[in-house]
């Protein structure tokens, strides 16, 4: 799709195609709508990111609680979005040993114990093994400095999945 195709799409079938860019924050496409016609691909990304950094920190957490795991329950359940499905093979997270499945389960497990929202990780820039390094380094960090990494991450997610709707040939 071009940008120009973009800014030409009513807001039902905008939101239908950018609804999952934040995953599982619909809103996040509803509410940037208003800002078209975008320059390009990039302004709608930061419009996106200007969105989510206005949220309050209930929001922030409300967006890093919608993720998927990596390598989780729901991965192992097959019932991933097929961003997040497509997003966590790329790193290789279908291919870990038992040993270091049980480890990410874990840690994800006393990252969300200690947080009160998971880890997350722009899984495409991350192969297993910075995954598992990741998440045991900013295990050390406080909420609030994991509340911005994790949505910095989700901007990286967020961009990688617009890229794949209006390429920047
Ligand atoms: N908890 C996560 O980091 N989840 C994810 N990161 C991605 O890049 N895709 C996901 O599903």
């Known amino acids: ?3 120009s195709q973009v800014n030409e ?3 039902e079938e905008f939101i239908d195609l950018f609804g999952n860019v934040v995953e599982h924050c619909s809103i996040c496409a509803a509410a ?5 016609p975008f320059r390009d691909v990039y302004h709608l990304h930061q419009e996106i990111c200007s ?8 929001g922030k957490e409300g967006v890093l609680r919608l993720h998927p795991d990596l390598a989780g329950r729901l991965a192992e359940l097959g019932s991933l979005t097929q961003e997040s499905s497509a997003e966590q093979k790329a790193a290789g997270l279908d291919t870990m040993t038992p040993e270091e499945k049980q480890l990410l389960k874990d840690t994800n497990a006393k990252y969300r114990d200690k947080f009160g929202f998971p880890f997350v990780i722009c899984a495409r820039q991350n192969k297993k093994e910075a995954i598992l390094k990741g ?3 900013r295990l050390e960090h406080s909420a609030a400095e994991e509340l911005n990494i994790g949505i910095e991450e989700v901007k990286k997610i967020c961009m ?3 890229l794949n709707i209006v390429p920047d040939k």
């Open 32 to 36: 940037v709508w208003r800002f078209r």
């Open 135 to 137: 998440i045991v380094e």
């Open 160 to 162: 990688l999945r617009l």
């Open 9 to 11: 799409l009513n807001y």
């Open 1 to 3: 799709l071009t940008i």
């Open 51 to 58: 969105f989510v950094d206005l949220l309050p920190d209930t």
